[in-house]
């Protein structure tokens, strides 16, 4: 399952707590974001916490299992 699919998936169950968004990284507005954390891999899922910090990262595929437990870590480290 596409990775976008996944996080609408899950989203309402999480409203108000946390923010998904998809970065297509081949698009020339997305560059610095790219350069600036070393995506070399697709998909590549980040994780941040509210203070902006890259707290967890994940190359390859997440189903909708494996992005609750990442998503459930991060809210726990609130």
């Known amino acids: 399952m596409e ?10 169950g999480y409203e108000g707590r ?13 560059r610095d974001f790219v350069v600036e954390y070393g995506l070399q891999y697709v998909p590549t899922s980040l994780f941040f916490d509210a203070r902006g910090v890259l707290v967890d ?4 595929p ?3 299992g494996e992005m609750r437990v990442r998503v ?4 726990e480290g609130e």
């Open 3 to 12: 990775i976008v699919a996944v996080a609408t998936d899950i989203m309402p």
């Open 18 to 30: 946390l923010v998904f968004t998809d970065i297509v990284a081949d698009r020339p507005e997305n």
């Open 57 to 60: 990262t994940h190359i390859g």
């Open 62 to 64: 997440l189903d909708e």
């Open 72 to 75: 459930e870590a991060l809210l």
